[in-house]
Protein backbone atom coordinates (compact mmCIF):
# COMPACT_ATOMS: atom_id res chain seq x y z
CA UNK A 1 0.00 0.00 0.00
CA UNK A 2 2.95 2.53 0.57
CA UNK A 3 4.47 2.19 -3.22
CA UNK A 4 0.74 3.25 -4.14
CA UNK A 5 0.22 6.25 -2.49
CA UNK A 6 1.93 9.12 -2.29
CA UNK A 7 1.15 11.32 1.22
CA UNK A 8 -0.22 14.70 1.27
CA UNK A 9 3.32 16.62 2.19
CA UNK A 10 4.93 14.35 -0.02
CA UNK A 11 2.69 15.07 -2.85
CA UNK A 12 4.11 19.33 -2.06
CA UNK A 13 7.97 17.87 -1.78
CA UNK A 14 7.78 16.62 -5.16
CA UNK A 15 6.05 18.40 -7.28
CA UNK A 16 8.11 21.89 -5.75
CA UNK A 17 10.65 19.88 -6.70
CA UNK A 18 9.95 19.22 -10.65
CA UNK A 19 8.82 22.57 -10.49
CA UNK A 20 12.56 23.76 -9.45
CA UNK A 21 14.97 21.03 -11.05
CA UNK A 22 16.24 23.72 -14.23
CA UNK A 23 15.75 26.64 -11.97
CA UNK A 24 15.55 26.83 -8.33
CA UNK A 25 14.64 30.59 -8.44
CA UNK A 26 11.81 28.96 -10.80
CA UNK A 27 8.13 30.41 -9.08
CA UNK A 28 6.09 27.86 -7.92
CA UNK A 29 2.54 27.88 -6.07
CA UNK A 30 -0.05 25.02 -5.24
CA UNK A 31 -3.36 25.58 -3.84
CA UNK A 32 -7.03 24.40 -4.04
CA UNK A 33 -5.80 21.41 -0.71
CA UNK A 34 -5.82 24.64 1.52
CA UNK A 35 -8.23 22.80 4.10
CA UNK A 36 -7.60 19.14 3.44
CA UNK A 37 -4.50 18.09 6.56
CA UNK A 38 -3.59 14.65 5.67
CA UNK A 39 -4.64 12.66 2.47
CA UNK A 40 -3.23 10.49 0.32
CA UNK A 41 -2.70 10.74 -3.65
CA UNK A 42 -2.32 7.78 -6.28
CA UNK A 43 1.51 7.59 -6.82
CA UNK A 44 1.12 7.08 -10.62
CA UNK A 45 -0.98 10.16 -10.38
CA UNK A 46 1.88 12.13 -8.83
CA UNK A 47 4.09 10.83 -11.39
CA UNK A 48 2.37 12.11 -14.04
CA UNK A 49 2.01 15.74 -12.70
CA UNK A 50 5.66 15.49 -12.37
CA UNK A 51 5.96 14.93 -15.64
CA UNK A 52 3.47 17.30 -16.73
CA UNK A 53 5.37 19.88 -14.61
CA UNK A 54 8.64 19.12 -16.45
CA UNK A 55 7.39 19.67 -19.77
CA UNK A 56 5.62 22.93 -19.11
CA UNK A 57 9.03 24.30 -17.40
CA UNK A 58 10.93 23.23 -20.61
CA UNK A 59 9.69 26.25 -22.43
CA UNK A 60 12.18 28.98 -21.36
CA UNK A 61 9.51 31.63 -21.39
CA UNK A 62 7.91 30.35 -18.06
CA UNK A 63 8.86 31.66 -15.13
CA UNK A 64 6.59 30.31 -12.54
CA UNK A 65 4.78 27.29 -12.26
CA UNK A 66 0.76 27.33 -10.65
CA UNK A 67 -0.41 23.77 -9.59
CA UNK A 68 -4.51 24.30 -9.27
CA UNK A 69 -6.26 21.28 -7.61
CA UNK A 70 -10.13 21.83 -8.35
CA UNK A 71 -12.72 19.93 -7.07
CA UNK A 72 -14.85 17.57 -10.06
CA UNK A 73 -16.41 15.55 -6.75
CA UNK A 74 -16.00 16.90 -3.82
CA UNK A 75 -13.45 15.28 -1.65
CA UNK A 76 -12.44 12.62 -4.10
CA UNK A 77 -11.65 13.72 -7.80
CA UNK A 78 -9.83 16.49 -8.53
CA UNK A 79 -8.48 18.35 -11.74
CA UNK A 80 -5.01 19.37 -11.39
CA UNK A 81 -4.35 22.54 -13.05
CA UNK A 82 -0.62 23.23 -14.36
CA UNK A 83 -0.32 26.66 -15.47
CA UNK A 84 3.01 28.11 -16.95
CA UNK A 85 3.13 31.30 -15.97
CA UNK A 86 5.32 33.79 -18.11
CA UNK A 87 7.53 36.89 -16.54
CA UNK A 88 4.44 39.70 -17.31
CA UNK A 89 2.07 37.20 -15.77
CA UNK A 90 0.00 35.95 -18.47
CA UNK A 91 0.00 32.52 -19.03
CA UNK A 92 1.25 30.67 -21.41
CA UNK A 93 0.52 27.23 -21.48
CA UNK A 94 -2.05 25.14 -19.20
CA UNK A 95 -1.98 21.26 -18.66
CA UNK A 96 -5.25 19.85 -17.37
CA UNK A 97 -5.07 16.39 -15.52
CA UNK A 98 -7.38 14.32 -12.79
CA UNK A 99 -6.48 13.27 -10.01
CA UNK A 100 -8.44 10.77 -7.40
CA UNK A 101 -7.85 11.94 -3.26
CA UNK A 102 -8.13 9.35 -0.52
CA UNK A 103 -9.17 11.34 2.28
CA UNK A 104 -10.37 9.97 6.01
CA UNK A 105 -13.77 9.82 6.71
CA UNK A 106 -15.83 11.31 9.64
CA UNK A 107 -15.64 7.85 11.08
CA UNK A 108 -12.09 7.96 12.07
CA UNK A 109 -12.84 10.40 14.68
CA UNK A 110 -15.94 8.11 16.12
CA UNK A 111 -13.51 5.07 17.20
CA UNK A 112 -14.05 4.15 20.18
CA UNK A 113 -16.52 6.57 21.23
CA UNK A 114 -19.52 5.57 24.11
CA UNK A 115 -21.73 7.76 22.74
CA UNK A 116 -22.44 9.61 19.46
CA UNK A 117 -24.93 12.46 19.07
CA UNK A 118 -25.69 12.75 15.64
CA UNK A 119 -27.95 15.99 14.35
CA UNK A 120 -27.28 15.99 11.05
CA UNK A 121 -30.03 16.45 8.29
CA UNK A 122 -30.92 13.68 6.54
CA UNK A 123 -30.07 14.34 2.68
CA UNK A 124 -31.25 11.32 1.31
CA UNK A 125 -35.09 12.40 1.85
Do not use: W
Amino acid sequence: MKLMHTRLPDFYTKIEAAAKQNDPNMGFSVSGLENVKTAKLASLRVGRVEDEITEIIEDKDIKKVEVVLATENPETLYTVIIKGIEEDGTCKKIILENMMLSAPTVETHLFGVKEIIDRRANIKK
